[in-house]
């Protein structure tokens, strides 16, 4: 058994360190070029983890890190954040993962470097090992990284704990789609959802059938995000869609991965399914509101007051 007796949610995946150089102007190729270089934890999965536990959820992480600086610096940062990364896989030897871009002077990506090779040392018996970990959690929440390592967990413990799954991108939700019947919530954009459901969305009645698909398929909660429209929510009781008027956009990175924590705030506290959206919505835009992927002043007292102020638009297929 866990040691850890308070109701949590898992967190399973890839921990990055991120380098990105920003040139002042003019990006020339093979040479140096003037600009400001700044590095940040990242992942997806990284930064769901981190997000949840600013907001209160009690958090579990399980990543995987190699035994060098960076490494340590992740796990010290974790435990500042409050998120435990304690059951991580660490790799003697190995070299955490890293991104290394660099974006022109306008903001456009001309070259970037991925070292993710560490990742393939996930394997069948470290999750075997992790078992009561994954057991005992009340939910898990899972990207496409890594489609076998996902299909053996969802098999493996199906009805021990609930699947959450943020797809990350729609080339990852085609190595996926087969086994969305496994999970009680997907958060798919609306091109992934697009590939998992197999056909376009061009219109509310697309939207619409998507959901019902999903929902057919035993999926307990479908959340579609799309962009400026806001979120399409199912449970298969209520149906609808929610946005945010007049959102103030600074940068989208992250986005996703803060709604997703919202997500997992909501059930960790039995919100229905409309204060949830609402709840993961406001996360997403404090993140949309600053440079940073994660907005260093996030909080469960923040994300109140913006559930609060935000002027929502609804839709209600109920009625």
Not at 66 to 75: H, I, P, Q, S
Request: include cysteine; glycine fraction near 6%; proline fraction near 2%.
């Amino acid at each position: 058994m866990t040691e850890n007796r308070q109701p949590y949610a898992l967190v399973f995946g890839v921990s990055v360190f991120d380098i990105c150089g920003f040139t002042d102007r003019n990006y020339r190729c093979n040479d140096s070029n003037p600009g400001k270089v700044k590095t940040s934890f990242g992942g997806v999965c990284r930064n769901i983890a981190e997000c949840m536990a600013r907001v209160g959820v009690n958090t579990k992480f399980i990543s995987i890190l190699g035994d060098d600086e960076t490494g340590n610096r992740m796990m010290e940062h974790s435990e500042i954040m409050k998120y435990d990364m304690s059951e991580s896989l660490v790799v003697k030897g190995g070299y955490t993962p890293t991104y290394m871009a660099i974006l022109d002077e306008q903001g456009e990506m001309v070259s970037a470097v991925v070292d993710m090779k560490i990742i393939d040392m996930f394997t069948t018996d470290f999750i075997d090992s992790k078992s009561e970990i994954i057991k005992n959690s009340e939910y898990m929440i899972l990207d496409s990284d890594r489609p076998d390592i996902v299909e053996y967990i969802i098999k493996t413990f199906s009805g021990n704990t609930k699947f959450i799954l943020d797809p990350v991108s729609a080339a990852k939700a085609k190595n996926i789609k087969h086994l969305i019947k496994y999970f009680h919530t997907i958060k798919p954009n609306r091109y992934e959802a697009e590939i998992m459901c197999g056909f376009k969305i061009k219109d509310d009645e697309d939207l619409r059938k998507a959901g019902k698909y999903f929902i057919d398929l035993g999926i307990k909660n479908v959340f579609i995000t799309l962009d400026e429209d806001g979120i399409y929510y199912n449970n298969g009781i209520e149906e609808g869609k929610i946005k945010a008027k007049e959102v103030s956009v600074v940068n989208v990175t992250g986005a996703g991965d803060s709604f997703v924590a919202g997500i997992a705030n909501g059930y960790m506290n039995n919100k229905n399914i409309v204060d949830t959206v609402k709840y993961a919505i406001s996360m997403s835009t404090i993140t949309i509101s600053t440079e940073e992927t994660i907005h260093p002043d996030m909080s469960h007292e923040l994300v109140k007051e913006y559930v609060d102020k935000i002027e929502w638009i609804e839709v209600n297929y109920n009625k």
